[in-house]
């Protein structure tokens, strides 16, 4: 990329092909499955580390123990909410540079845009027991909300390796999942 004054521009996130396509979301309802949900994960894949409900320093020992894990097997980690543990983390939220963002609507994506992020998880793409009776985009609503988005977005909600692949054809970059991993 060339800068206005004639230099060549850092780029601001990793390039696409470098960001993983299959994330583990994680929450407190995965319990000691957490392991084996981490232990199914490609390498290469990525984690973004939830566990709201989780009081502060029980979530950030959880946290150190999914970080040294993630590390072992060379995945990707983001942390949603307050940052926890040593270091700077990736961030994953509704944050100015957040590294992704959960967004709902075409009107949020474009806001995480605005805010930097370089990955949207957009959601929910089908019926899921994360959300019961929240109304599921499906392959028509989400190929309309993502279209000339510019940017990878990765599928959430009832998600799955074969829904994943019925909906690349939009340009959905990869897929993430909690249930799906457990």
Do not use: C
Request: charged share 20%.
């Amino acid at each position: 990329m060339i800068g206005a004054i004639g230099g060549a521009m850092p780029r601001r996130h990793p390039h696409p092909a470098r960001l993983p396509r299959r994330w583990l979301m994680t929450d407190e309802r995965l319990g000691a499955s957490l392991w084996g949900a981490i232990d199914a994960l490609p390498r290469g894949s990525g984690i973004v580390f939830r566990h709201y409900a989780t009081p502060r320093t029980a979530r950030m020992r959880l946290f150190e123990q999914v970080r040294r894990a993630a590390l072992r097997k060379g995945l990707a980690l983001v942390v949603a909410g307050q940052p926890l543990g040593r270091g700077p983390a990736l961030r994953h939220g509704r944050l100015r540079d957040a590294l992704t963002a959960p967004v709902h609507s075409r009107i949020e994506a474009i806001a995480a845009i605005r805010a930097g992020a370089a990955l949207l998880f957009v959601s929910p793409v089908h019926p899921t027991r994360s959300h019961p009776g929240s109304a599921a985009l499906g392959r028509v609503r989400l190929g309309l909300m993502i279209r000339d988005l510019k940017l990878p977005v990765i599928a959430l909600g009832g998600m799955n390796e074969r829904r994943w692949r019925a909906l690349s054809p939009l340009g959905v970059h990869g897929w993430a999942g909690i249930d799906a991993w457990a």
